[in-house]
């Protein structure tokens, strides 16, 4: 299966930093089977909206990384939106709880994610800690997830009260 990640960052598009955030992710995916498209793209609302629909034509997850913060450029999240046909706030609000259990600085990150067409998309910090993070919080219901949006037939396993 397909995944992508890109990386929103000025200073990494202009060859100024490493993209380790976006190299986590990437592990990451593919340590779980999923083959890894990579894109960077600087902090404009424009060329993110772009790169995610480009990225959801030939893949069944987009995770990117950066431009959820409060800083006046980090516009990741309004780009997002206007992709964006149905949010999945539960999603958002899962990663943000386990980001705040961790560090006050999660209260900051106003990420979202949701469905282009048949792929889900998701917002995740900037930071390899963040991402490492917020993929173990969306793991564990990723492959549903995946499946329920290509209309597969999926068995729902109750969990334990």
């Known amino acids: 299966m397909n995944a992508a990640v890109l990386t929103v960052s000025d200073r990494v598009?202009?060859?100024?930093?490493?993209?380790?955030?976006?190299?986590?992710l990437a592990e990451l995916l593919r340590a779980d089977g999923y083959e890894v498209v990579r894109r960077v793209v600087s902090d404009e609302r424009a060329e993110i909206a772009a790169a995610i629909e480009e990225l959801a034509a030939g893949a069944a997850v987009v995770l990117t990384t950066g431009g959820t913060g409060l800083a006046p450029r980090d516009v990741t999240p309004e780009a997002t939106r206007t992709v964006l046909q149905r949010e999945a706030p539960g999603i958002a609000e899962a990663l943000r709880a386990d980001s705040i259990a961790k560090t006050p600085h999660g209260l900051l990150s106003r990420g979202v994610a949701g469905v282009v067409g048949g792929t889900l998309v998701v917002n995740l910090p900037g930071s390899t800690g963040g991402c490492r993070d917020g993929y173990a919080v969306l793991r564990p219901a990723l492959g549903h997830a995946l499946s329920l949006l290509r209309d597969e037939p999926t068995a729902h396993q109750q969990t334990a009260r």
């Open 13 to 24: 598009s202009r060859g100024e930093a490493e993209d380790r955030s976006g190299d986590a």
